[in-house]
């Protein structure tokens, strides 16, 4: 009876079996087994080699198209990566990835990693994945290894280098040949020549870069690195995703929680681009007023600081006499035009260099413009360059305004930010200009994760998985004595739940951000339809307001500067709890914090809660300093700062900041 019933089972599978159509060998993939409660990614397919999107301009604003498909094969599952010793205390490891994860069966290429290994082996949490940036990761770490040291109390933090660069000596790393030129360039000489000049100066450093990289320059775009960290993951034996990503870190991580959104465990964005933002006319808008916004918090800066070279004058006065009198004495035979005299300002408003600033408008105002010609001079081309441009404008900027449609941009940047911030769309434009539009992922509208991410922010069943398997968050909350991963976590879960509301809050750290005035930002255009789908927070930031208010007013960006705030208070009263080995909180907050610096010009403040705002649920922590502050913050052995002891708690014990923290300017206190 039993050998006919097994019979009959054997015959039926054959007839199913051969009912289904046979997939062809070229098509096959390996597909891993999904962990329990977790779905499938939610993918999208890049664009071709001949998928150029069209743009669309109409004033200041260009329409890209967005790629459409959301269907690739799921990262295969990688081996475990083979750490090796490679000095500074850090252990190393390849990891092999395809070109394309749209044919994952394809050309294959290799990415760097180093591990920090956390200090008590015995207590950590498990792997923290880190990309600090577009730049080299790795060599960064060796050489300022405190920016992240501290991160290895509770965990291996896993650095993983962006495709095409990589450590010292590494074949990893494609090299250039030829130099990228400094967009310092079109904003020091106007005209058409100029323009042309310099675009086949970029487009000479791309081909370069499309020879020394071959095959592998077509994966050069952040859905390919998404992938990448996903591999990552997967290699790790982790279930769900562990991120620190700062600057160009921050894009890889949207780019992960749109493809990945129910993978992603826990994730800390800093310094983010705004990847969101489909016009160029409003990403140049808000570069310009965050330029304006800068050049008022430096003033404050000054006055409020005891021993400036600027004595009691006010810094923006002083610039308004310089720019009246220029050309300016720079030295025998040497002068410095006004041009000259915006792009020193430019380069100076790093915070950073606050204080070489105003030295320079100090000795310029007393006769002497030497200063601000050495801060004006473009750098030097540095050979062999690395890729790192080549990707920018394959996310940002797959399409570049030509150059009568720029003049007519510019036009309208002097009308919104006349002092400084006009001059930068110049260089906005220019990293890109001349360089080819293939591959790209264009910017793209719409929420990052969705319901997947809310999912994951309420535990889902992966959580539930890890804590089975004994090393989920779970498990480890329980090695914590006392209750410090509860202890200021009241407030945390209902921030969450109210979701983009955290954005505007932020204190008034938003309004303040955006700038005041909304008429100037309504004839700017930054009330974009994605920025009112935030809600009250969206609108807040894409008011945008007149920066030059900003500049004139003034007030405002000295307390900011110069004040502690309550945050410190916060600081006081337990940050990361360090002796707590309790990994998230999971199912009780949010998935994804999101840091925001008021001075931070490189990746405005704007743009950074616009992309808060399409994380649903996402925490968000203001705070006083420029970009990257939490590694600058480390490396300047600041440790129990309100943003690092904030950003630990989230990560170790998914506890969001309080509603309303605002952590002050730790590094702008520290200037000499």
């Known amino acids: 009876m039993v050998q006919r019933v097994i019979q009959a089972a054997a015959v039926l599978a054959a007839a199913l079996a051969a009912s289904v159509p ?70 190393c490891a390849k990891l092999s990835v395809p070109v394309d994860w749209a044919r994952p069966r394809g050309r294959r290429t290799e990415i760097d990693l180093a591990r920090m290994p956390a200090r008590d082996s015995h207590g950590s949490l498990g792997p923290l994945v880190v990309s600090t940036g577009s730049g080299p990761v790795i060599q960064g770490v060796r050489a300022r290894p405190d920016a992240v040291s501290e991160l290895a109390r509770w965990f291996d933090v896993v650095f993983v280098e962006t495709r095409g660069i990589g450590d010292h000596g590494s074949a990893a790393t494609v090299r250039c040949s030829v130099p990228q030129p400094d967009p310092r360039r079109l904003q020091l000489t106007p005209g058409a020549a100029t323009w042309r000049a310099y675009a086949r100066d970029n487009a000479a450093y791309d081909r370069s870069c499309r020879i020394a990289a071959g095959p592998a320059y077509a994966g050069l775009t952040s859905w390919q690195v998404a992938h990448d960290l996903d591999a990552v993951r997967a290699a790790l034996g982790q279930s769900r995703l562990r991120y620190f990503g700062n600057a160009y870190g921050a894009v890889y991580g949207q780019a992960y929680l749109e493809l990945f959104p129910r993978r992603v465990e826990r994730m800390y964005l800093e310094g983010v681009p705004d990847h969101g933002q489909t016009s160029v006319g409003r990403r140049l808008i808000a570069h310009a007023r965050a330029a304006e916004r800068q050049l008022a918090a430096f003033r404050a800066w000054c006055a409020g600081r ?50 070489e600033l105003a030295r320079a408008l100090a000795a310029a105002e007393a006769g002497d413009a030497s200063g601000l010609a050495a801060m004006a001079a473009p750098g030097q081309p540095v050979a062999p360059a690395m890729v790192t441009r080549a990707l920018h404008c394959h996310d940002f900027m797959p399409v570049v305004p030509g150059y009568r449609r720029f003049l007519a941009m510019e036009s309208r940047l002097r009308t919104i930010a006349p002092r400084v911030g006009w001059l930068t769309g110049r260089y906005e434009v220019g990293r890109c200009l001349g360089i080819g539009g293939r ?11 969705g319901d997947d991410l809310r999912a994951a922010g309420r535990g889902g069943e992966g959580s539930s998985a890890a804590s089975r398997r004994g090393d989920g968050p779970s498990t480890a909350a329980r090695r914590c004595e006392g209750a410090s991963a509860v202890a200021h976590g009241g407030e945390g879960p209902s ?40 809600g009250a927070a969206s609108s807040e930031v894409a008011r945008g307001g007149a920066a030059s208010s ?62 808060a705002a399409r994380i649903p649920g996402a925490a968000v922590l203001w705070h ?23 950003v630990h708690d989230f990560l170790v014990n998914g506890t969001p900041p309080r509603a309303r923290t605002r952590c002050p300017g730790e590094l702008t206190v520290s200037l000499r």
């Open 550 to 611: 900003e500049v004139a007013r003034g007030g405002a960006a000295s307390s900011e500067v110069a004040r502690g705030g309550a945050a410190s208070s916060e600081v006081a009263r337990g940050g990361a709890d360090a002796g707590c080995r309790s990994a998230s909180r999971v199912g009780k907050g949010p998935a994804v914090l999101v840091g925001i610096g008021r001075l931070d010009t490189e990746s405005p403040a704007t743009g950074a809660a616009r992309v």
């Open 624 to 646: 006083g300093d420029g970009h990257g502050a939490y590694l600058q913050q480390g490396a300047a052995k600041l440790r129990a700062t309100c943003l690092r002891s904030r």
């Open 306 to 355: 005891m021993g400036c070279p600027l004595g009691g004058d006010d810094a923006v006065k002083v610039l308004d006499g310089l720019l009246e009198r220029a050309p300016l004495a720079a030295g025998p035979g040497r002068r410095v035009d006004g041009r000259e005299v915006v792009v020193a300002v430019l380069a100076g408003l790093v915070p950073q260099r606050w204080p």
């Open 22 to 91: 046979s997939t062809p060998a070229a098509l096959a993939v390996f597909v891993p087994s999904t962990p329990a409660g977790l779905a499938a990614p939610r993918t999208a397919v890049p664009a071709g080699p001949a998928a150029r999107p069209p743009a669309f301009w109409a004033g200041l604003t260009t329409s890209v198209s967005a790629v459409s498909a959301r269907h690739t094969a799921p990262v295969p599952a990688a081996a475990a990566p083979v750490w090796q010793g490679c000095g500074h205390g850090l252990e």
């Open 495 to 534: 921030q969450a739940a109210r979701g983009g509301a955290a954005v505007a809050r932020g204190g008034e750290a938003s309004s303040e951000a955006a700038g005041g005035g909304s008429s100037t930002a309504t004839r700017g255009g930054e009330a974009s339809p994605e920025a009112v789908r935030g």
């Open 439 to 449: 591959p790209s992922w264009p910017p793209r509208t719409g929420e990052l994760g």
